[in-house]
T-cell receptor
Framework: QKEVEQNSGPLSVPEGAIASLNCTYS??????FFWYRQYSGKSPELIMS????GDKEDGRFTAQLNKASQYVSLLIRDSQPSDSATYLC??????????FGTGTSLTVIP | SQTIHQWPATLVQPVGSPLSLECTVE??????LYWYRQAAGRGLQLLFY??????ISSEVPQNLSASRPQDRQFILSSKKLLLSDSGFYLC???????????FGNGTRLTVT
């Protein structure tokens, strides 16, 4: 079983719509959760961190964490073409060990 | 503020040649340091991480090795490259107290 799983997509949404990205993780001992954005040919860039159950909002981005269901999601409101990228879910286990999903490719259609 | 430098940006090497990739971090002391590899169209594979000078943990046994000769320097090496070593190599720092990782710009390695 993979540590972190994401739907690979591709996910296409029209400009201005809400994009919803999902992630599940296998270890209940996981402590912190992150979303990264990776443009083609570039390195991952941190966009959200979440540590406790519930929602965390930052601008157009909302991260949601449900530890009971071992589920993390990212909502992008008012999607823009510049949001087109691969989104990586990452989970921190035991402080030092980070595991990444394979990423979901998002295309925002103008 | 903290910055991370990784070089070279691109590298083309023949099979069987050696490899040395270097990463340095500025603006922080005793960071946790990581090497990841991303194959084309694939996720990030953790190769090595280090919590201090000379302390290296290997996640995947292979022909790669890592060293941390100084507090903020992390080096990835190989004595003989394989075709399967091609990929995007990323150095990162962070992870202390559940903080996120921050990545360098990466090195795109092509083994021919």
């Amino acid at each position: 079983q993979k540590e972190v799983e994401q739907n690979s997509g591709p996910l296409s949404v029209p400009e201005g719509a809400i994009a919803s990205l999902n992630c599940t993780y296998s270890d209940r001992g996981s402590q912190s959760f992150f979303w990264y954005r990776q443009y083609s040919g570039k390195s991952p860039e941190l966009i959200m961190s979440i540590y406790s159950n519930g929602d965390k909002e930052d601008g157009r981005f909302t991260a949601q964490l449900n530890k009971a269901s071992q589920y993390v999601s990212l909502l992008i409101r008012d999607s823009q073409p510049s949001d087109s990228a691969t989104y990586l879910c990452a989970v921190n286990k035991y402080g030092n060990q980070f595991y990444f999903g394979t990423g979901t490719s998002l295309t925002v259609i103008p | 503020s903290q910055t991370i430098h990784q070089w070279p940006a691109t590298l083309v090497q023949p099979v069987g040649s050696p490899l040395s990739l270097e990463c340095t971090v500025e603006g922080t002391s005793n960071p946790n340091l990581y090497w990841y590899r991303q194959a084309a169209g694939r996720g990030l594979q953790l190769l090595f991480y280090s919590v201090g000078i000379g302390q290296i943990s290997s996640e995947v046994p292979q022909n790669l090795s890592a060293s941390r000769p100084q507090d903020r320097q992390f080096i990835l090496s190989s004595k003989k490259l394989l075709l399967s070593d091609s990929g995007f190599y990323l150095c990162a720092w962070g992870g202390e107290s559940n903080s996120p990782l921050h990545f360098g710009n990466g090195t795109r390695l092509t083994v021919t």
